[in-house]
């Protein structure tokens, strides 16, 4: 029977390679395809450890403007580890919770007054309180992100009420 029809198998076999053919094409497609979706769903996954990252600094951040004294590696870090309701539980319960705030009133420095004790000398830092307490505000209009105690610091390290934003940024840095 196969002799009657000689011209049929050359016509499956055809049909099947051009099949072939195109199913080559078609599965290479889709591996560049599924690597493309796989590097796609990489991206997002970074970008969304970007976003919780930018989202957990400037909460960490805006404690630090509300006085609250901690390191700021360390609690990225720790908070890193966390989900997001985690995450925000700790930055806004236990943050305030756990560390203390820098005194943002007037601090009284000593139960006497200079006149009254004049061998008592004052430490830098109760020396430059006050006028840190002043300055913060001011830099901090500056649109930078000043800290009452970078500005203690750099009073204290220049041994003087009259620093500039440069001065408080360098301590700030470490420089």
Known sequence: MQNSKKGEPDKYRKERDEAVEKYSKLKEKYSKLETECIDLKDQITESKKQ???AKQHAALTERQREGFIFDMDEELAFVGKFGDEDADHHINVRIPEKYNKVPTGDVPLSEWSETENKFAKKSPAEKYSKAAYAATPVLRGQNQQVDYASTLKAMCAKDSED??????LAVQNGI
Request: glycine share 0%; charged share 35%; proline share 0%.
């Open 51 to 53: 976003e919780r990252y």
């Open 163 to 168: 620093v500039t934003l440069q001065d408080v």
